[in-house]
């Protein structure tokens, strides 16, 4: 099992108007957290260009992987979805992206 199949499957397991709140464009962002991972673990400068470099996209990127955790979390101690995602991203919340 991949990190980029993982992501992919964590992101498919919402609903749609969560996975929105945390990134309209999810297979790029799969792609690109992907791609700054195996970048920075495995240093394949192939992939340098395609990763996350500036200190504030990794910031965004963290917030994003953070709140997309936290429903996650929620789920499995069975709080409803839409319930985690109004705490994840609506007022005062925590993961704010």
Not at 25 to 33: A, H, L, M, P
Request: charge should be positive; proline fraction near 3%.
């Amino acid at each position: 099992y991949h990190f980029h199949q993982r992501l992919t499957s964590l992101f498919a397991e919402l609903d749609k108007a969560t996975t929105t709140q945390i990134e309209k464009d999810t297979g790029e962002f799969v792609r690109k957290v992907a791609d700054t991972r195996n970048y920075l673990v495995h240093f394949d400068e192939r992939l340098k260009g395609r990763a996350f470099e500036a200190p504030e996209a990794l910031f965004d990127a963290n917030k994003k992987l953070r709140a997309l955790l936290f429903v996650h979390l929620c789920k499995m101690v069975e709080v409803p979805e839409a319930i985690a995602a109004v705490r994840a991203f609506g007022p005062g919340a925590s993961y704010v992206v």
